[in-house]
């Protein structure tokens, strides 16, 4: 039974349904503040406000309507999340594509929203380049091949594109 807005004055009384569909929007509708407030700040995907509302107490089906409406007028979207943050990430981490997309799995989005977010980002990025960059960062610490090669594998760059980066180095193939 939904509640018309109609029947919604002062003084009226409620009762049954009646009562637990308008505090179940009232919780929704509390719900969605917060996340608002979330999304104000920055960009969040939908498993990230889940887990921060939650953490504030509201119930799942709160959750969910609140999250339904604000994706419905697209101030929450996992695909715009994807994009930022891959951008933000790269800024001050060097990482391949496999690390890339298993850290947005690890945020909720799913696999075909990340390959397009990751298609995007590596048009304007190149992966070589950054596993080079990541190479130097082994060279400054000290690192022999095999520790830079475990270390550029753990931050997601292909065997093959780690043994051509290290024979531009000028070192032998691993």
């Known amino acids: 039974m939904l509640v018309s807005a109609d029947s919604i004055t002062a003084g009226a009384v ?6 637990n569909d308008i505090l179940d929007a009232g919780l929704a509708c509390a719900a969605e503040r917060k996340a608002l407030d979330y999304l104000a700040r920055a960009e969040q ?3 990230g406000l889940v887990r921060k509302l939650s953490a504030k107490g ?8 609140a999250l339904d409406y604000l994706e419905q007028r697209s101030y929450l979207s996992d695909a715009r999340f994807a ?3 891959l951008n933000m990430r790269s800024i001050s981490h060097y990482e391949g594509r496999t690390r890339l997309s298993a850290e947005l799995a690890s945020r909720g989005i799913d696999r075909a929203t990340a390959n397009a977010a990751l298609d995007e980002y590596f048009e304007s990025h190149d992966e070589e380049a950054l596993c080079r960059k990541a190479l130097e960062k082994c060279r400054r610490q000290k690192k022999t091949d095999d520790k830079a090669a ?3 594998t753990a931050h997601g760059f292909s065997y093959a594109l780690i043994r051509r980066c290290l024979q531009m180095d000028g070192d032998e193939p691993l």
């Open 83 to 85: 994009r930022s943050w």
């Open 150 to 152: 475990a270390y550029l």
């Open 58 to 65: 509201f119930q799942k089906a709160h959750i969910q309507k």
């Open 45 to 47: 995907s939908r498993l």
């Open 14 to 19: 409620f009762t049954g349904d009646a009562e």
